[in-house]
């Protein structure tokens, strides 16, 4: 569980590091489970943007109790599991992520949610780890984003440059095993991974079910936004109930 303060930290900063590691079994049955993804789907070496799709048994890692306990310290006692996602960041050309706000891409109305990243290898700033600016969140506004042209990112939505200050960006170094839990308004981004060492990191991402994820937001969101298409999406409740009392939890298959 968070303690008061962490719990604190997170309303305030808009993330926090929480002590816990998730099991070293845990954390090789990702790596090798990735690694089997990959071979089958090499076009996911930097970003895999819904691993359910192709691997249920990644939602064991969603479903780790202390994890739950944490999410629901934070986004309120009703939640759900809407996606799961993998950044992993090869050494030496590991793809950088822009700087923007998860919100920019998720049809979750209202816009509420807790990611949960996992480092599966250590993130430092030397191989991209992430970078976020504290209390970014605070006035929950989603701010002005472009679509990034290049091919040399993970992420299309860029914020404009007049939407943040850089020098005030704070690295969130973390262990092997290590997580971080951050609201879907933070600020944040990570360099490219330029070091000797692999930088992968796997995310969770849970909804209060006070929200309801809509289909058509996010079909609606791909054509405008050129995003993943998050419509066919399963969404798993993972605790309480439904409030909203419109969230669909049929599974797609």
């Known amino acids: 569980m968070l303690n008061e303060a962490e719990v604190q930290q997170f309303h305030e900063d808009g993330?926090?590091?929480?002590?816990?590691?998730?099991?070293?079994d845990a954390l090789e049955d990702i790596g090798e489970r990735h690694a089997r993804l990959l071979k089958r789907h090499p076009e996911f070496r930097n970003f895999c943007p819904s691993l359910l799709a192709h691997d249920t048994a990644f939602l064991?890692?969603?479903?780790?109790?202390?994890?739950?306990?944490?999410?629901?310290?934070?986004?309120?006692?009703?939640?759900?599991?809407?996606n799961s996602s993998f950044f992993a960041k090869p050494a030496r050309d590991g793809l950088r992520t822009p700087w923007h706000q998860?919100?920019?891409?998720?049809?979750?109305?209202?816009?509420?949610?807790?990611?949960?990243?996992?480092?599966i290898d250590a993130a430092t700033p030397e191989n991209?780890?992430?970078?976020?600016?504290?209390?970014?969140?605070?006035?929950?506004?989603?701010?002005?984003?472009?679509?990034y042209v290049g091919d040399d990112v993970t992420l299309k939505q860029e914020l404009r440059a007049d939407e943040y200050d850089e020098t005030q960006a704070v690295d969130i170094v973390?262990?092997?095993?290590?997580?971080?839990?951050h609201d879907v308004y933070l600020l944040h981004e990570?360099?490219?991974?330029?070091?000797?060492?692999?930088?992968?990191?796997?995310?969770?991402?849970?909804?209060?079910?006070?929200?309801?994820?809509?289909?058509?937001?996010?079909?609606?969101?791909?054509?405008?936004k050129?995003?993943?298409?998050?419509?066919?999406?399963?969404?798993?409740?993972?605790?309480?109930?439904?409030?909203?009392?419109?969230?669909?939890?049929r599974v797609r298959l």
């Not at 504290?134 to 472009?146: Q, T």
């Not at 973390?174 to 839990?181: A, D, K, P, T």
């Open 174 to 181: 973390l262990e092997r095993g290590q997580v971080s839990l």
């Open 226 to 249: 050129g995003v993943s298409d998050h419509s066919d999406r399963t969404v798993y409740l993972m605790r309480g109930g439904d409030p909203s009392g419109k969230n669909d939890f």
């Open 15 to 24: 993330y926090v590091i929480p002590d816990f590691h998730l099991s070293d």
């Open 60 to 82: 064991a890692y969603a479903r780790v109790p202390a994890i739950l306990d944490m999410v629901g310290q934070v986004i309120g006692p009703d939640f759900a599991l809407w």
């Open 128 to 147: 991209g780890c992430l970078r976020v600016i504290k209390g970014s969140h605070k006035d929950k506004r989603l701010r002005p984003h472009d679509t």
């Open 190 to 224: 990570s360099q490219a991974n330029t070091s000797e060492n692999s930088r992968r990191g796997m995310t969770v991402r849970y909804m209060p079910t006070t929200s309801v994820f809509d289909r058509d937001v996010a079909r609606q969101q791909a054509i405008d």
């Open 102 to 119: 998860d919100g920019e891409y998720w049809p979750v109305r209202p816009l509420a949610t807790c990611t949960v990243w996992i480092a």
